[in-house]
């Protein structure tokens, strides 16, 4: 009886088979021992494989949007074997802090993970890599993430809610994690900031070629010529011009950046004004000795002027009928200039801004 016949050896197959099956702790504790007697043995350690002096990889954070809301996953690695973690799980605490000295605490007790184990169709539990800790939203920062596992020396049913005793082995802090937590409202300023940016550079080319065609034509008769130029594409550039200026203004002072295109813009807008000024000057003093109908042309110019300085709102907000008047906009200021905001008389038209119309909606006199 004290050899293993073909029979008994079908025996053992069979009952390795079954291990394997439905107890891989055991099966894997005598592949184990197996290995050890090759190798001539291996240190004594607690009950089945699980290395419990090992570090636990960091925790595995991924985010995503839930109602618009940046939501943040936090999930600890199981330890190897699963079967073994599973059944000897107590408790996954995830310890959190960020550059701003916020600091965040999620524990997840056996219950809870029990509770989440899903079964096949076999009726046997998936036992899943990763354990959900928390789904959360965080502050914008860089957040140092920790996991720190309690185990029950002995292990139990993987679906039972309760350990097999009440020791605790505390494992090592998980490796450390850094998650960087952007700012949305941030990110997005700078993004605008950006835009912004890029626009004064392209208006900028645009107007230093207006500026660069006036100096090259700088005669009265010249001027006189190509007024109609100024009330299309010149008044539309520098009007342009000072709108992407005034905006970018606003994003640096949202935003505390600053922006070498916003001085130099600033001072190509303001050497073309008085280099409009002085062709208009011009034109002026040929206009007064024409017809009386050049004092609408004048009029014209008066606005456009006024479209192209830094604050149109508050001439709009201000303006009496006498200045109209005095402007050429006689003998009926408010007609000549509701011609010029509503019908856009003459070939070219005015670009006027959206706040001068809400501006003008509210003058009872105008």
């Not at 002085?278 to 479209?307: G, H, P, W």
Request: hydrophobic share 35%; proline share 4%; glycine share 4%.
């Amino acid at each position: 009886f004290s050899k293993i016949g073909p029979d008994d050896r079908t025996l053992e197959i069979a009952h390795m088979a079954w291990n394997k099956k439905h107890r891989p702790d055991v099966a894997e504790q005598a592949t184990k021992s197996q290995r050890d007697k090759k190798k001539g043995g291996a240190p004594l350690a607690l009950e089945g494989v699980l290395d419990l002096s090992q570090i636990p990889r960091g925790v595995m954070v991924t985010n995503y949007k839930r109602n618009n809301n940046d939501i943040v996953k936090i999930a600890v690695y199981a330890l190897q074997p699963k079967y073994e973690f599973y059944s000897k799980i107590r408790s996954i605490r995830v310890e959190m802090k960020s550059t701003m000295n916020e600091r965040r605490s999620f524990l997840l007790k056996r219950k809870e993970i029990v509770a989440k184990i899903q079964l096949d169709g076999h009726r046997q539990p998936i036992l899943e890599p990763l354990v959900t800790v928390a789904e959360t939203s965080l502050n914008p920062g860089l957040w140092e993430i920790v996991a720190c596992i309690q185990l029950d020396p002995m292990g139990t049913d993987i679906l039972n809610p309760n350990n097999a005793s009440g020791e605790t082995v505390e494992m090592k802090p998980s490796a450390l994690m850094m998650f960087d937590v952007a700012d949305q409202a941030r990110e997005k300023l700078v993004n605008h900031f950006e835009t912004a940016e890029g626009r004064c550079t392209q208006v900028y080319a645009e107007l230093s070629s207006v500026v660069h065609k006036l100096r090259s034509n700088s005669s009265a008769q010249n001027n006189s010529v190509s007024v109609l130029e100024r009330y299309g594409t010149y008044h539309n550039v520098l009007v342009r011009a000072r709108q992407k200026y005034n905006h970018l203004g606003m994003m640096m002072e949202q935003t505390g950046l600053k922006s070498d295109i916003y001085s130099r813009l600033g001072d190509l807008l303001h050497e073309s004004r008085q280099m409009f000024s002085e062709m208009q000057n011009s034109v002026n003093s040929i206009a007064r000795k024409k017809e009386n109908k050049c004092d609408a042309k004048r009029f014209k110019a008066y606005v456009a002027t006024v479209l192209e300085s830094n604050d149109p709102s508050t001439w709009m907000k201000n303006v009496s009928k006498a200045e109209l008047c005095r402007n050429g906009g006689s003998p009926d200021p408010i007609n000549r200039l509701y011609q010029l905001f509503i019908e856009g008389k003459g070939k070219y038209t005015l670009l006027f801004d959206s706040e001068m119309y809400k501006v003008a909606a509210i003058r009872d006199d105008l």
